[in-house]
Nanobody, 125 residues
Framework: QVQLVESGGGLVQAGGSLSLSCAASGRILNTNVMAWFRQTPGEERDFVAAITRSGARTYSADSVKGRFTISRDNTENTVYLQMNSLKPDDTGIYFC??????????????????WGQGTQVTVSS
């Protein structure tokens, strides 16, 4: 029903920046929350940031707060993640996720039924 495609990943040195994009298609009118998660091999998928459809509410993990910014352009059906001051610990596959329910908690991956295939972000020392 909802298709998500991430782009913008790559290799960057510590302290650098990357901007990720997530393009949504399909039945997206009621996709009220979109989020970014990241995962490294052998690790659980961790919450990064989330945004409501209006963009009025955002929530970020403490580990990225002040460095990453999530934004949304509904006219283009796209969510962005601007990542600054990148650290090696930020390395991982970044997944875009979406859900229909607005709710008031955003950090549990099980709450998101729609996922992209991920884009690799590698931060070198």
């Amino acid at each position: 029903q909802v298709q998500l495609v991430e782009s913008g990943g790559g290799l960057v040195q510590a302290g650098g920046s990357l901007s990720l994009s997530c393009a949504a298609s399909g039945r997206i009118l009621n996709t009220n929350v979109m989020a970014w998660f990241r995962q490294t091999p052998g690790e659980e998928r961790d919450f990064v940031a989330a945004i409501t459809r209006s963009g009025a509410r955002t929530y970020s993990a403490d580990s990225v707060k002040g460095r990453f910014t999530i934004s949304r352009d509904n006219t283009e059906n796209t969510v962005y993640l601007q990542m600054n001051s990148l650290k090696p610990d930020d390395t991982g596959i970044y997944f875009c996720a979406a859900r229909l329910l607005l709710g008031n908690t955003y950090t549990n991956s099980r709450d998101y039924p729609y996922w992209g295939q991920g884009t690799q972000v590698t931060v070198s020392s």
